[in-house]
């Protein structure tokens, strides 16, 4: 989902909460119905999810592709984080990937996208525990009726 973000000010957490919510429109659909095959099949579903993919297709914001937005991202983060997202970049070709010319901007893009990245994958992965564990309550509550 793109969303337009100019006004918003970059924060660590303004990162954390576009990323939940990229998190929760990822998600599939709740059952209609409460019969136990379709709960059964919102668990798959959400046993299936891969994380990393649907980082890497969500990923594109605006405030990675746009270079000063990119250089806020990396700003907002602690230096943890930005260490880790340079790992990542690194592990991945890093600047043997890149041709043309090469600067602190688009260093700054690349890591933004990596920050980014992991902050949705991660966001993934808290939604889909907590989607599994309502689900798999609901399940028990209906085989024990």
């Given at each position: 989902?793109?969303?337009?973000?100019?006004?918003t000010t970059i924060t660590h957490k303004a990162i954390l909460d576009r990323a939940?919510?990229?998190?929760?429109?990822?998600?599939?659909?709740?059952?209609?119905?409460d019969s136990g095959m379709d709960w059964e099949s919102y668990i798959q579903r959400l046993e299936d999810l891969d994380?990393?993919?649907?980082?890497?297709?969500?990923?594109?914001?605006?405030?990675?592709?746009?270079?000063?937005?990119?250089?806020?991202?990396?700003?907002?983060?602690?230096?943890?984080?930005?260490?880790?997202?340079?790992?990542?970049?690194?592990?991945?070709?890093?600047?043997?990937?890149?041709?043309?010319?090469?600067?602190?901007?688009?260093?700054?893009?690349?890591?933004?996208?990596?920050?980014?990245?992991?902050?949705?994958?991660?966001?993934?992965?808290?939604?889909?525990?907590?989607?599994?564990?309502?689900?798999?309550?609901?399940?028990?509550?209906?085989?024990?009726?």
């Amino acid at each position: 989902m793109t969303k337009d973000s100019t006004d918003t000010t970059i924060t660590h957490k303004a990162i954390l909460d576009r990323a939940k919510q990229d998190a929760l429109d990822a998600m599939p659909a709740m059952p209609m119905r409460d019969s136990g095959m379709d709960w059964e099949s919102y668990i798959q579903r959400l046993e299936d999810l891969d994380a990393f993919e649907i980082a890497h297709e969500s990923a594109e914001w605006d405030w990675v592709i746009y270079y000063h937005r990119a250089m806020q991202v990396c700003q907002a983060v602690d230096s943890a984080t930005l260490h880790d997202a340079e790992s990542q970049w690194l592990d991945t070709g890093g600047l043997e990937a890149q041709i043309d010319s090469f600067g602190l901007y688009e260093f700054a893009g690349q890591l933004a996208y990596w920050i980014v990245s992991q902050a949705i994958a991660e966001a993934v992965e808290e939604c889909r525990e907590e989607l599994l564990e309502m689900a798999n309550d609901k399940l028990e509550q209906m085989e024990s009726e």
